[in-house]
């Protein structure tokens, strides 16, 4: 029998001649696995990635069409400023992410005028107070002064949320005690600054609704005021990657491989099993890997199924507990044009409702003028994405799904003709649409979850999974756990998962 060809059985343990050995094993090579990989390997460690996909960033990943390279999901970065979370992994492994500072951050299209994110703070306020009525000024000065707060506070300690006692003793270390005040933020929600402010009018309340949840995929009723800080002001701070989301995770993916490590596509794991104090990490292929350590970035809500008896009971408690996340519906074309428009960034606000859509934007990302990776000069890129809901799509047969992807690529086609006035004169070609079946295809995420655990004052940030679990050498990173989702949340999850693997 081939080691290729080897039937799965979970409960078998490795077959001798298909075992390899590493110190630690990384699942996934998304934003989360490569960020741990690269740290780990940086210092030394003997690391194997096993991704199951054949190739690397997940949610953040890339396809070809024709002349053509479009981001599938993620399309920005944020949280480069050297204390903050993506910033400090690149700094620590002497990296530099080809990037364009997006300024304005992002447009804001509403039915009747453009709201632009200008990433300057005071010409974001005035721009705020010309749309928008009560105290703008306090409103967004107390967002930008948390969101510093924040920062400062996790860029303290890596053992968030604390899993012993000796963790929560150095939680009360007079650096953090100082900052106690930030507590009721995180179960507090958004609203409460708005009334605070005097600024929670319908058009203001719709206006950052649309804002939070493509940022802390809540609503400001929902969203805890701390992490709603991080999301509002994320447009005064955000980059658009050349080449593409891929290309940052690439960097971090040759420096591991630089540095020794490993990274294996193709590699669909199946089972995770811990036997003597190793753990066994079977794939779909036959190959079955040993290590002591393994660091997953493979979504809680999967790892039930790929666990057995107290691991699996661990999961299936913390799957139950966060059982909700949302679904992804998602749009690409190219243009043989290059539209003339501030920021590559675009929200555009739906003006009649689209099936199956359950939000009330786009997000359009429009490829910048000069990023020749993603089209050749004259061309351009969109990936449009937006919110909808898992239970729509499950049960759904295959024609229905295709129906349905049908009539969301029209509405969304609609929408853009009708409203996106600089792409006028122009073709759009390649059309290309997502449903959470093909996220669940390409992603393997359990229902098409993606976008992580929404940000809820009802769980706390604090509850999310720790990075941490109660098993001996096995971690999880990754937008399902502590702190959640976006690229720069993984990647602080992946740089305190290896502090805590340096401290065991
Ligand atoms: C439409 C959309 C737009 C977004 N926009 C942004 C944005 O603009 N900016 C931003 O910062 N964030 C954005 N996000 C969120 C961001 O993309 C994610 O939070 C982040 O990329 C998650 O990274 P991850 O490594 O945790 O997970 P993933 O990216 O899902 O990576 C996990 C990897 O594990 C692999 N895997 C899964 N199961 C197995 C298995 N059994 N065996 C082996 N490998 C496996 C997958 O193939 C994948 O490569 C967006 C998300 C979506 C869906």
């Not at 990635?49 to 399309?75: I, N, P, Q």
């Not at 509002?232 to 491989?257: C, D, F, N, W």
């Not at 295809?441 to 999974?465: E, F, K, N």
Request: hydrophobic letters at 40%.
């Amino acid at each position: 029998m081939s080691k290729n060809t080897v039937e799965l059985d979970a409960t078998r343990s490795c077959l001798p001649h298909v075992t390899h050995t590493s110190d630690i094993l990384v699942l996934g090579a998304g934003y989360a696995g490569m960020t741990a990989a690269a740290l780990l390997a940086h210092e030394g460690k003997d690391v194997t990635v096993l991704e199951a996909h054949e190739t690397l960033g997940g949610c953040a990943s890339f396809f070809r069409t024709g002349k053509y390279s479009f981001d599938v999901g993620a399309t920005t970065i944020s949280g480069m400023q050297p204390h903050q979370p993506a910033g400090r992994v690149f700094d620590h492994l002497g990296l530099t992410p080809n990037l364009i500072k997006q300024d304005p951050g992002m447009i804001i299209r509403r039915q009747g005028d453009d709201v632009v994110r200008w990433a300057d703070k005071q010409t974001w306020i005035a721009e705020a107070q010309r749309h928008f009525t009560g105290d703008q000024a306090g409103f967004w000065n107390a967002q930008y002064e948390l969101e510093q707060r924040v920062y400062g506070l996790v860029g303290h300690t890596h053992a968030i949320p604390p899993t012993s006692i000796g963790e929560l003793l150095a939680l009360a270390a007079p650096s953090m005690l100082s900052n106690v005040g930030l507590l009721p933020g995180l179960v507090r929600p958004v609203e409460v600054l708005l009334k605070r402010y005097g600024v929670d009018t319908p058009a203001f309340r719709e206006f950052i609704d649309e804002q939070l949840l493509i940022s802390t995929q809540n609503s400001a009723m929902r969203a805890p005021y701390l992490t709603g800080a991080m999301g509002l002001t994320y447009p005064s701070e955000t980059y658009y990657p050349i080449g593409g989301m891929v290309k940052p995770v690439l960097q971090l993916m040759r420096h591991a491989t630089a540095h020794g490590a490993t990274v294996k596509f193709r590699r669909a794991v199946t089972s995770i099993t811990q036997r003597n104090g190793m753990w066994e990490v079977m794939c779909a292929n036959g190959e079955c890997y040993h290590a002591r350590t393994v660091v997953s970035s493979i979504p809680i809500w999967n790892m039930q199924s790929l666990t057995g008896d107290r691991v699996q009971r661990y999961f299936t408690s913390k799957a139950s507990t966060f059982d909700r996340s949302w679904v992804g519906l998602t749009l690409y074309f190219a243009l043989d044009g290059v539209p003339k428009i501030p920021s590559t960034y675009v929200q555009l606000y739906l003006d009649e409702p689209i099936p199956f859509v359950h939000s009330g934007s786009l997000f359009l990302t429009i490829s910048h003028p000069t990023d020749n990776e993603k089209a050749p000069e004259g061309h351009t890129t969109v990936t449009a994405s937006t919110h909808a809901l898992a239970d729509d799509w499950d049960d759904c047969s295959p024609e229905v799904a295709r129906e349905r992807k049908q009539q969301i690529i029209d509405g969304m086609l609609a929408l853009i003709k009708r409203r996106m006035h600089e792409f006028e004169g122009m073709q759009m070609l390649h059309v290309e649409g997502g449903t959470p079946q093909t996220w669940e295809r390409y992603t393997g995420r359990y229902r098409g979850y993606v976008g992580g655990i929404p940000h809820d004052i009802r769980r706390p940030l604090l509850t999310l999974p720790p990075n941490k679990t109660p098993f001996d050498g096995l971690y999880m990173i990754g937008d399902s756990v502590f702190p959640g989702q976006g690229t720069p949340a993984v990647m602080m999850g992946a740089w305190n998962t290896v502090q805590r693997i340096f401290d065991a």
